[in-house]
């Protein structure tokens, strides 16, 4: 093969795992926000929670005060009685000692009401707690795991921008420019390997001189799918290899 189409392939192997490193790395933020919702999420049920609890306390202090200002109605009507002159009249203000007693009765069920739901709400308050803390602590462990991938998937792009100068080295910047070009329109993939005399990305056959010119020993010309326009290579099969199917495996065989 020629030297430049191998340096291409080199920098192809290097353009692909960096497409895989740059495609993780975009993952980064996202997990760390999911991270970061649901411990939001455990603390807005905990203030939630918080929150129906002091409401149950003002709650509370109302039905109270109600209680004491229908107990002290009770006892301005029960302080009339003695001035009461008729029957009728006696009986209008038994009636509104039993209506008054009756208000009292029902602030009473609600205070009671609001007494359970606050228990109620005590209990969520310490399950809510307890969950957040587990959240915390799960989510810290994860947090330290994804940034710790992402650190690593760093240094492998580092790594990967290295080796893709190095390799980029060897070929001109006409070529380079070229190669950059398809692999833009190729999603990374810039280079297509012959395989039974067809373009092994898009299929199209590749014509019968092309395909001659391209084996022949010490040829300089580079050639293109005139379909894709991918740059195409061949590797020519090792006589001890079963044809077409295995052609990849002689990857390290090289006659040119
Ligand atoms: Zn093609």
Redesign the pocket.
């Known amino acids: 093969m020629q030297k430049v189409l191998q340096a291409l392939l080199d920098l192809q192997s290097v353009d692909v795992r960096l497409i895989d490193v740059r495609a993780r790395l975009a993952k980064f933020p996202k997990k760390i926000a999911e991270v970061d919702a649901r411990v939001a999420a455990a603390k807005a049920e905990l203030e939630a929670s918080k929150a129906a609890q002091l409401a149950t306390i003002k709650d509370r202090k109302k039905y109270e005060l109600d209680v004491e200002g229908w107990n002290e109605k009770v006892r301005k009507y029960k302080d009339q009685t003695s001035q009461i002159k008729t029957n009728e009249a006696f009986r209008a203000l038994q009636h509104e000692v039993q209506m008054a007693e009756e208000e009292i009765a029902k602030a009473e069920d609600r205070l009671l009401e609001q007494m359970v739901a606050s228990e109620e709400y005590d209990r969520r308050i310490k399950a809510s707690q307890i969950a957040l803390k587990e959240v915390e602590e799960i989510t810290r462990v994860e947090r330290m795991k994804i940034e710790a991938d992402a650190a690593a998937a760093e240094k492998e792009l580092a790594e990967l921008n290295e080796r893709r100068k190095r390799a980029a080295a060897d070929i001109s910047e006409k070529l380079l420019d070229h190669y950059d070009r398809i692999v833009k329109k190729h999603n990374g993939i810039a280079l ?1 390997e012959v395989r039974d005399e ?7 056959r590749v014509r019968p001189h092309v395909f001659q010119e391209m084996r022949r020993l010490g040829s300089e010309e580079m050639f ?7 740059i ?1 290579y061949y590797i020519e099969p090792s006589v001890s290899a079963a044809p077409a199917a295995t052609s990849a495996s002689a990857s390290s065989h090289s006659e040119s």
């Open positions: 297509a067809k373009c092994g990305a898009c299929g199209m293109h799918c005139e379909t894709c326009t991918r195409l």
